[in-house]
Protein backbone atom coordinates (compact mmCIF):
# COMPACT_ATOMS: atom_id res chain seq x y z
CA UNK A 1 0.00 0.00 0.00
CA UNK A 2 1.39 3.19 -1.11
CA UNK A 3 1.99 6.41 0.92
CA UNK A 4 -0.99 8.03 -0.76
CA UNK A 5 -3.75 5.16 -0.25
CA UNK A 6 -2.02 5.00 3.87
CA UNK A 7 -3.33 8.49 4.26
CA UNK A 8 -6.98 7.88 3.01
CA UNK A 9 -7.27 5.07 5.25
CA UNK A 10 -9.96 5.74 8.11
CA UNK A 11 -8.69 7.04 11.57
CA UNK A 12 -9.36 4.04 13.53
CA UNK A 13 -7.22 1.80 10.70
CA UNK A 14 -4.37 4.06 10.85
CA UNK A 15 -4.59 3.97 14.72
CA UNK A 16 -4.53 0.13 14.55
CA UNK A 17 -1.69 -0.07 11.73
CA UNK A 18 0.42 2.28 14.22
CA UNK A 19 -0.10 -0.19 17.14
CA UNK A 20 0.72 -3.27 14.82
CA UNK A 21 4.06 -1.89 13.90
CA UNK A 22 4.64 -0.58 17.28
CA UNK A 23 4.30 -4.82 18.44
CA UNK A 24 6.56 -5.42 15.92
CA UNK A 25 9.20 -2.86 16.65
CA UNK A 26 9.49 -3.96 20.48
CA UNK A 27 9.12 -7.57 19.33
CA UNK A 28 12.80 -7.06 17.39
CA UNK A 29 13.81 -5.20 20.88
CA UNK A 30 15.06 -8.13 23.58
CA UNK A 31 16.01 -5.86 26.00
CA UNK A 32 12.91 -3.65 25.64
CA UNK A 33 10.36 -6.58 25.58
CA UNK A 34 12.42 -7.71 28.79
CA UNK A 35 12.04 -4.15 30.08
CA UNK A 36 8.10 -4.16 29.28
CA UNK A 37 7.27 -7.66 30.79
CA UNK A 38 8.57 -6.54 34.10
CA UNK A 39 6.94 -3.29 33.55
CA UNK A 40 3.64 -5.49 33.35
CA UNK A 41 4.31 -7.80 36.21
CA UNK A 42 4.69 -4.25 38.40
CA UNK A 43 1.50 -3.05 37.70
CA UNK A 44 -0.64 -6.45 37.59
CA UNK A 45 0.93 -6.86 41.10
CA UNK A 46 -0.08 -3.30 42.14
CA UNK A 47 -3.60 -4.47 40.76
CA UNK A 48 -3.79 -6.83 42.96
CA UNK A 49 -2.84 -5.38 46.16
CA UNK A 50 -5.52 -2.16 45.12
CA UNK A 51 -8.10 -5.10 45.18
CA UNK A 52 -6.57 -7.16 48.02
CA UNK A 53 -5.86 -9.87 45.86
CA UNK A 54 -2.33 -10.77 48.03
CA UNK A 55 -3.50 -11.25 51.50
CA UNK A 56 -3.58 -9.21 54.57
CA UNK A 57 -0.27 -7.35 55.71
CA UNK A 58 -0.17 -8.62 59.30
CA UNK A 59 1.88 -8.36 62.00
CA UNK A 60 3.22 -12.00 63.08
CA UNK A 61 6.15 -12.21 65.40
CA UNK A 62 6.93 -15.49 64.65
CA UNK A 63 7.84 -15.17 61.73
CA UNK A 64 10.55 -12.19 62.63
CA UNK A 65 13.32 -11.72 59.64
CA UNK A 66 12.04 -15.17 58.08
CA UNK A 67 14.45 -15.72 55.42
CA UNK A 68 13.63 -15.83 51.65
CA UNK A 69 12.47 -19.06 49.95
CA UNK A 70 10.94 -20.51 52.75
CA UNK A 71 8.40 -22.09 50.63
CA UNK A 72 7.23 -23.93 53.61
CA UNK A 73 5.37 -21.33 54.56
CA UNK A 74 2.44 -19.02 53.31
CA UNK A 75 3.43 -18.10 49.45
CA UNK A 76 3.55 -14.33 50.40
CA UNK A 77 6.73 -15.28 52.88
CA UNK A 78 8.53 -16.62 49.89
CA UNK A 79 10.57 -13.59 50.04
CA UNK A 80 10.93 -13.84 53.54
CA UNK A 81 9.36 -11.28 56.51
CA UNK A 82 10.87 -8.07 57.85
CA UNK A 83 11.59 -7.48 61.62
CA UNK A 84 7.98 -7.20 62.76
CA UNK A 85 7.01 -10.32 60.63
CA UNK A 86 5.07 -8.94 58.21
CA UNK A 87 5.18 -10.33 54.59
CA UNK A 88 8.63 -8.42 52.49
CA UNK A 89 6.22 -9.95 49.05
CA UNK A 90 3.31 -7.81 49.99
CA UNK A 91 5.83 -4.45 51.38
CA UNK A 92 7.55 -4.38 48.36
CA UNK A 93 4.43 -4.47 46.08
CA UNK A 94 2.71 -1.92 48.60
CA UNK A 95 5.83 0.15 48.24
CA UNK A 96 6.15 -0.19 44.69
CA UNK A 97 2.53 1.31 44.00
CA UNK A 98 3.91 4.85 46.34
CA UNK A 99 7.76 4.75 44.73
CA UNK A 100 6.07 4.65 41.40
CA UNK A 101 2.28 6.44 41.91
CA UNK A 102 4.83 9.20 43.03
CA UNK A 103 7.17 9.22 40.08
CA UNK A 104 4.23 9.49 37.93
CA UNK A 105 2.91 12.02 39.49
CA UNK A 106 5.95 14.28 39.69
CA UNK A 107 6.62 13.49 35.90
CA UNK A 108 3.40 14.18 33.88
CA UNK A 109 3.17 17.97 36.57
CA UNK A 110 7.01 18.72 35.68
CA UNK A 111 6.09 17.36 31.60
CA UNK A 112 3.08 19.99 31.88
CA UNK A 113 3.82 22.81 33.12
CA UNK A 114 7.22 22.59 31.68
CA UNK A 115 6.04 21.76 28.23
CA UNK A 116 3.62 25.11 28.96
CA UNK A 117 6.59 27.37 29.91
CA UNK A 118 9.02 26.63 27.32
CA UNK A 119 6.52 26.60 24.17
CA UNK A 120 5.73 29.86 25.32
CA UNK A 121 9.22 31.14 26.17
CA UNK A 122 10.53 29.75 22.87
CA UNK A 123 7.26 31.19 20.92
CA UNK A 124 6.61 34.87 22.07
CA UNK A 125 10.37 35.62 23.78
CA UNK A 126 11.15 38.93 24.73
CA UNK A 127 10.89 39.67 28.42
CA UNK A 128 8.65 36.37 28.95
CA UNK A 129 11.20 34.15 27.21
CA UNK A 130 14.14 35.53 29.49
CA UNK A 131 12.07 35.45 32.61
CA UNK A 132 11.58 31.97 31.99
CA UNK A 133 15.09 31.02 31.00
CA UNK A 134 16.47 33.04 34.24
CA UNK A 135 14.50 30.90 36.42
CA UNK A 136 15.55 28.04 35.06
CA UNK A 137 19.46 28.97 35.04
CA UNK A 138 18.68 29.72 38.54
CA UNK A 139 17.38 26.01 39.60
CA UNK A 140 20.14 24.80 37.53
CA UNK A 141 22.59 26.53 39.52
CA UNK A 142 21.89 23.97 42.17
CA UNK A 143 22.27 20.58 42.12
CA UNK A 144 18.99 18.52 42.47
CA UNK A 145 19.24 16.27 45.44
CA UNK A 146 20.45 19.59 47.38
CA UNK A 147 17.70 21.57 46.39
CA UNK A 148 15.22 18.76 46.95
CA UNK A 149 16.92 17.95 50.54
CA UNK A 150 16.49 22.31 51.72
CA UNK A 151 13.21 22.44 50.58
CA UNK A 152 11.61 19.31 52.39
CA UNK A 153 13.70 20.21 55.71
CA UNK A 154 12.18 23.42 55.39
CA UNK A 155 8.49 22.61 54.15
CA UNK A 156 8.27 18.90 56.08
CA UNK A 157 8.37 15.65 54.62
CA UNK A 158 5.17 14.58 53.19
CA UNK A 159 3.79 12.97 49.72
CA UNK A 160 2.58 16.64 48.51
CA UNK A 161 6.02 18.37 49.68
CA UNK A 162 7.96 15.92 47.54
CA UNK A 163 5.53 15.92 44.81
CA UNK A 164 6.06 19.37 44.13
CA UNK A 165 9.69 20.02 45.06
CA UNK A 166 10.78 17.48 42.79
CA UNK A 167 8.72 18.48 39.94
CA UNK A 168 10.07 22.38 41.12
CA UNK A 169 14.08 20.73 40.12
CA UNK A 170 12.62 18.54 36.97
CA UNK A 171 11.08 21.18 35.18
CA UNK A 172 13.76 23.54 33.97
CA UNK A 173 14.91 20.39 31.43
CA UNK A 174 11.27 19.95 29.92
CA UNK A 175 11.46 23.86 30.01
CA UNK A 176 14.78 24.23 28.06
CA UNK A 177 13.76 21.17 25.42
CA UNK A 178 10.44 23.02 24.80
CA UNK A 179 11.98 26.17 23.96
CA UNK A 180 14.51 24.56 21.56
CA UNK A 181 12.29 22.50 19.52
CA UNK A 182 9.84 25.78 19.38
CA UNK A 183 12.14 28.16 17.97
CA UNK A 184 12.90 25.51 15.31
CA UNK A 185 9.18 24.89 14.41
CA UNK A 186 8.07 28.08 14.21
CA UNK A 187 9.96 29.05 11.58
CA UNK A 188 8.57 25.95 9.25
CA UNK A 189 6.14 27.20 6.35
CA UNK A 190 3.01 25.86 7.90
CA UNK A 191 3.48 28.16 10.57
CA UNK A 192 3.79 30.51 8.63
CA UNK A 193 0.98 29.74 6.34
CA UNK A 194 -1.33 29.25 9.88
CA UNK A 195 -0.17 33.27 10.54
CA UNK A 196 -0.82 33.99 7.35
CA UNK A 197 -4.53 32.71 6.73
CA UNK A 198 -5.34 34.82 10.46
CA UNK A 199 -4.50 31.94 13.02
CA UNK A 200 -4.21 33.53 16.72
CA UNK A 201 -0.94 32.82 18.98
CA UNK A 202 -3.08 30.60 21.04
CA UNK A 203 -4.45 28.40 18.37
CA UNK A 204 -1.33 27.88 16.82
CA UNK A 205 0.50 26.88 19.40
CA UNK A 206 -2.41 24.09 20.17
CA UNK A 207 -2.62 23.41 16.93
CA UNK A 208 0.86 23.44 15.07
CA UNK A 209 3.63 23.85 18.13
CA UNK A 210 2.72 21.60 20.65
CA UNK A 211 2.17 18.00 18.37
CA UNK A 212 5.20 18.61 16.90
CA UNK A 213 6.83 19.07 20.23
CA UNK A 214 5.10 16.49 21.86
CA UNK A 215 7.17 13.37 20.67
CA UNK A 216 10.26 14.75 22.29
CA UNK A 217 8.69 15.74 25.55
CA UNK A 218 7.37 12.29 25.80
CA UNK A 219 10.94 10.65 25.55
CA UNK A 220 12.55 13.31 27.81
CA UNK A 221 9.44 12.32 30.51
CA UNK A 222 9.99 8.39 29.61
CA UNK A 223 13.62 9.02 30.63
CA UNK A 224 13.20 10.96 33.36
CA UNK A 225 10.99 8.74 35.80
CA UNK A 226 13.52 6.76 36.17
CA UNK A 227 15.47 9.60 37.41
CA UNK A 228 12.54 10.76 39.77
CA UNK A 229 12.63 7.57 41.36
CA UNK A 230 16.36 7.35 42.35
CA UNK A 231 15.33 10.93 43.79
CA UNK A 232 12.12 9.57 45.40
CA UNK A 233 14.37 6.64 46.68
CA UNK A 234 16.93 8.53 48.04
CA UNK A 235 15.15 11.21 49.83
CA UNK A 236 13.02 8.70 51.57
CA UNK A 237 16.36 6.61 52.40
CA UNK A 238 17.73 9.95 53.91
CA UNK A 239 14.41 9.96 56.17
CA UNK A 240 12.78 13.16 54.18
CA UNK A 241 10.51 11.56 51.63
CA UNK A 242 7.82 8.73 52.69
CA UNK A 243 7.23 8.48 56.14
CA UNK A 244 5.58 5.57 58.06
CA UNK A 245 2.98 3.94 58.21
CA UNK A 246 3.32 4.59 54.67
CA UNK A 247 6.29 2.50 52.84
CA UNK A 248 8.30 3.08 49.67
CA UNK A 249 11.24 1.65 48.21
CA UNK A 250 13.63 4.01 49.61
CA UNK A 251 12.19 3.64 53.08
CA UNK A 252 12.24 -0.32 53.32
CA UNK A 253 16.30 0.11 52.11
CA UNK A 254 16.30 2.67 55.42
CA UNK A 255 14.59 0.53 57.59
CA UNK A 256 16.81 -2.69 56.68
CA UNK A 257 19.96 -1.23 56.48
CA UNK A 258 20.03 -2.18 60.60
CA UNK A 259 19.65 -5.84 59.96
CA UNK A 260 22.30 -6.07 57.27
CA UNK A 261 24.53 -8.53 59.00
CA UNK A 262 21.74 -11.08 60.12
CA UNK A 263 18.84 -9.94 57.75
CA UNK A 264 20.39 -8.66 54.72
CA UNK A 265 16.85 -9.28 52.44
CA UNK A 266 15.75 -6.40 53.90
CA UNK A 267 17.31 -4.17 51.86
CA UNK A 268 18.57 -6.10 49.27
CA UNK A 269 14.80 -7.23 47.66
CA UNK A 270 13.59 -3.47 47.77
CA UNK A 271 17.11 -2.41 46.04
CA UNK A 272 16.81 -4.73 43.42
CA UNK A 273 13.50 -3.52 42.81
CA UNK A 274 14.32 0.18 42.37
CA UNK A 275 17.49 -0.84 40.05
CA UNK A 276 15.09 -3.27 37.91
CA UNK A 277 12.33 -0.85 37.08
CA UNK A 278 14.65 2.35 36.49
CA UNK A 279 17.01 -0.17 34.41
CA UNK A 280 13.34 -0.91 32.44
CA UNK A 281 11.87 2.83 32.25
CA UNK A 282 15.45 3.59 30.33
CA UNK A 283 15.39 0.63 28.26
CA UNK A 284 12.24 1.40 27.01
CA UNK A 285 12.86 4.97 26.64
CA UNK A 286 15.90 4.33 24.22
CA UNK A 287 13.39 2.03 22.46
CA UNK A 288 10.97 5.01 22.68
CA UNK A 289 13.04 7.74 21.07
CA UNK A 290 14.42 5.14 18.57
CA UNK A 291 11.20 4.38 17.22
CA UNK A 292 10.36 8.36 17.10
CA UNK A 293 13.38 8.96 15.39
CA UNK A 294 12.84 7.91 11.43
CA UNK A 295 16.86 8.35 10.95
CA UNK A 296 17.16 5.45 13.34
CA UNK A 297 14.05 3.19 12.28
CA UNK A 298 16.96 0.92 10.64
CA UNK A 299 18.21 -0.20 14.12
CA UNK A 300 14.93 -1.87 14.32
CA UNK A 301 14.56 -3.26 11.16
CA UNK A 302 18.46 -5.00 11.44
CA UNK A 303 17.22 -6.29 14.84
CA UNK A 304 14.15 -8.12 13.43
CA UNK A 305 16.49 -9.50 10.89
Known amino acids: MTDTSAELLPARARRDRRILWLMRALSGDPMAVAAAIWLLIVVLAI ?3 SFS ?4 NRISLKARNLPPFSFGQSWTLWLGADALGRPLLVRLIEAASTTIGIALVTVLTSLAGGTLLGIVAGYFGGIVGSLVMRICDIILGFPTLLVALFGLYLFG ?3 RNLVIVLAVTRMPAY ?3 ARAETLEVRERLFVDAAR ?4 GPVWILRTHILPSVAPT ?3 LASVNLAMVMLFESGLSYLGLGIQPPSVSWGLMVAQGQGYLSSAWWLSFFPGLAVMFTTMSFNLLANWF ?5 PSQHWRLVSRRR
Request: hydrophobic share 50%.
Open 47 to 49: AAD
Open 53 to 56: LLGE
Open 157 to 159: PSV
Open 175 to 177: IRV
Open 196 to 199: VFGG
Open 217 to 219: MLT
Open 289 to 293: RIVND
